[in-house]
């Protein structure tokens, strides 16, 4: 069996944590492409010095050649500008498309047969970007928001109950935005759902508080945003294909009709396995939940039509 | 570091030990009253160690006396169940070995957390509380948390997802009779009667309320082990760290599920003092009936070995 490859394009504190985190998990080599020079040798190499010490193997190489790439299994788009304070995902959008169209053309170019998941912000329109640009199948382009979501949900509540994080799950649909939507009927604590164990205006208060986790932590930092936990989120989307572990969690993927959804990337419940995107499974939503997604799901339409205004996805 | 007693060194004391030893942790005392038989295993742990990366402290001694200061003991000696072996006539022949254990306990460990995994698990577990005295908190049984992570994976099986994100509680007697909490089985928080045909979740409560006896029958001369081990280091993880994890134990009841004077499993949450909080779980109305019929029926068990 080859060796496998996972390429992550952007080596800032999200692209830079995401390798270091799949180097621990020891299942794949890994290149970091950034069109900073020295700055990706540099981290890649300090990553390689811990390797000792932190038992992991695995090669690990810093460039800003994008031929590097050449047959990844796995390409993890990070590149593009973090939000900053005021700044709304519109402003981003702008100018994080350009930057991740060239991406895209590199992966379609140098790794035909990878899967990607993108991490870009406004992610669910970043995601048409990739998905038009490259023109891969369906299954193979997908995007990291509601892992991450559902991880600040499940420490959220873990610390309300006072119960280990490790049994705690979550689920977190929509967008990545404001109008993500958060699942309390599928959030439990060992099978348990959080409905039975917690009143709806401490449920409300954590469901308000995962909606605004990004911007809390921004807030926090003043220039910077949060990396670790959407690093972790991208790891283990990373593991899921490359060791073909059929992980169900909620993703960005692309609908074709499913929750009445056509032709637009949003977060759904899939299982990732190594063919990407497996299958996506669709819940029985309650009204209420059913129109905070359609809601959030139009969000995500304007973004696709504002970028269509201004940008030619091909 | 805490530090675990375990009393009874065969194949469930043994692969705990190595199971606790691959956690990294807590130090593990194994002991038996056969000669020779704990300082082989440890040591043979021990030499695993370099290549399987701990170097957790793992000691063999043919003394209980070895137990002493324990801030866990596992209770792992006795007889395991004979095919076609009723579990009354099992208890006859387990109880009678509890006596000088739980005198040894109380001598060498008195604040210990005890985990008692010695079948028939429910009536051994409430004979060690009376027998040592202790706060029902610390004396703890495993049952639902074996049957638990038995249905955890024929659920991820049957639906072909990873087992990481699956959850599913059993709580009752650790006997046919124990109930599933049909709820509580999820894929990262979604019903699996939403991802799966009813009749093929109904199969597999079936099966796993007979899957101790299904590798008793194909394993003929032992019973199951790993997986025993493993729902033991679990709580020895959760009680030495402190986790406050959730999962279903054995322990006795005083009127919590409308049940009182019999240890069954029921959702605990675990911490270092043993049981820190008996979750009340919402039982749908043929759950609480089947629930309340297995205690009747544990009771009467134990009206008929007492007899």
Known sequence: ?314 | MKRVGIIGSGNVGANTAFFIAENRTASVTLVDIKEGLSVGKALDILEAGPIRRYDTEIRGENSIDAIRDSDIVVISAGKVRAPDQSRDELYRDNARLMAPICEDIKRLAPEAVVINVVEPVDMITLLVQKGLGFDRRRVLGVGGLLSSTRLRYLISNALGVSSREVTGMVVGPHRPTMVVLRDTIRVSGIPADKLLPPDRVDAILEEVSRAGDTILQLAQRSTSYYAPSAAIAALVEAISRDTKAVMPVSIRLEGEYGLSDIAVSVPARIGKDGVDKIVLVKMSPGEKTAFLAAGEELRASLARVAG
């Open chain 1, 1 to 314: 069996m080859p060796r496998r490859k996972v390429s992550i394009i952007g080596a800032g504190h999200v692209g830079a944590t995401a390798a270091y985190y799949v180097a621990e998990k020891v299942i794949a080599d890994i290149v970091m492409v950034d069109i900073v020079e020295g700055v990706t040798q540099a981290k890649a190499l300090d990553f390689l010095h811990a390797g000792p010490m932190r038992r992991y193997d695995v090669s690990i190489r810093g460039t800003a050649d994008f031929s590097e790439i050449a047959d990844s299994d796995v390409v993890v788009i990070t590149a593009g500008f973090p939000r900053k304070p005021g700044m709304d995902r519109m402003d981003l959008l702008k100018a994080n498309a350009g930057i991740v169209k060239t991406a895209a053309r590199s992966i379609s170019d140098y790794a035909p047969n990878a899967t990607v998941i993108v991490v870009s912000n406004p992610l669910d329109v970043i995601c048409h970007v990739v998905f038009r640009t490259t023109g891969f199948a369906v299954h193979r382009v997908m995007g990291m928001a509601g892992i991450l979501d559902s991880t600040r949900f499940r420490m959220f509540v873990a610390q309300e109950l006072g119960c280990a994080l490790t049994d705690v799950h979550a689920m977190v649909l929509g967008g990545h935005g404001d109008q993500m939507v958060p699942l309390p009927r599928f959030t439990t604590v060992a099978g348990i759902p959080i409905t039975q164990l917690l009143d709806a205006s401490v449920i409300d208060r954590m469901v308000n508080r995962t909606r605004k986790g990004g911007a809390e932590i921004v807030a926090h930092l003043k220039t910077g945003s949060a990396y670790y936990a959407p690093a972790a989120s991208v790891a283990e989307m990373v593991e899921a294909v490359i060791t073909d572990r059929k992980t169900l969690a909620p993703c960005a993927c692309y609908l074709r009709g499913e929750y009445g959804i056509e032709d637009l990337f949003i977060g759904v419940p899939a299982i990732l396995g190594k063919n990407g995107v497996e299958r996506i499974v669709e819940l029985d939503l309650e009204e209420e939940e059913m129109d905070q997604l359609k809601k959030s799901a139009d969000a995500v339409r304007k973004g696709v039509e504002e970028l269509n205004t201004f940008f030619t996805v091909r």
